[in-house]
């Protein structure tokens, strides 16, 4: 039972970190190309390759809109999906090189999970290393002072449509300062995927064919 539980959740949490990323592109589709490989003689079937061994094919697209088609009502283009295989299996090599773990009860058997859940892994890592200036978090602390009532409950907050927030209403800083980083990372999440997806693209020369 609980395993049955786990393998849902996987599913779910992958589904809605995948279709938030679809959404990334719509705003990068003027962002310039990376550089082209080598010329050679296209090989049938394949869909996107660079150097040090890079490759996407057909089948990898396909088995990609058939998770989807299975799990989801979502859709979208082939290219689109096309685009959006070539940049899971460019996060999910990376997270491989960097021997990145998966939450606990979160290693599915199927390959394309598994390679959702690689792809993931790596966007949370690159968010994580991701420098964030100490100023913002103060200044979003001190926007919202709201979000860190030391009692929100109080008859204070529930009666006075507009109370006066004091420094001895809030929590300090230091308890709140890991949660302000944790918020501020997710709501930059999407330009992170996109502006990383342009990065490994341009490393490995890859060409979405």
């Known amino acids: 039972m609980r395993s049955d539980f786990l393998a849902r959740w996987t599913v779910l949490m992958l589904l809605l970190w995948a279709c938030g990323a679809f959404s990334a592109w719509a705003s990068e589709q003027g962002a310039a190309s990376p550089p082209t490989p080598p010329q050679g003689a296209p090989e049938a079937g394949v869909v996107a390759e660079g150097e040090d061994g890079f490759r996407v094919t057909e089948k990898d697209v396909r088995d990609m809109i058939d998770f989807f088609s299975t799990h989801t009502m979502f859709q979208t283009s082939e290219k689109e999906y096309r685009r959006y295989t070539v940049q899971t299996f460019l996060f999910a090599r990376e997270a491989e090189k960097l021997r990145l773990e998966l939450p606990e009860g979160m ?103």
């Open 107 to 209: 290693v599915p058997d199927d390959p394309v999970q598994k390679r959702l859940a690689l792809a993931n892994a790596y966007v949370q890592y690159r968010l994580k290393i991701m420098k964030l200036e100490p100023e913002a978090i103060q200044s979003y602390y001190r926007a919202f002072p709201e979000r860190f009532l030391k009692d929100p409950g109080a008859e204070k907050w529930r009666t006075n449509p507009m109370p006066f927030i004091t420094e001895e209403d809030v929590l300090p800083l230091s308890e709140v300062a890991s949660h302000i980083e944790d918020f501020i990372r997710q709501q930059v999440k999407k330009r992170v995927e996109a502006s990383v997806f342009q990065e490994l693209m341009a490393a490995y020369r890859v060409a979405i064919k």
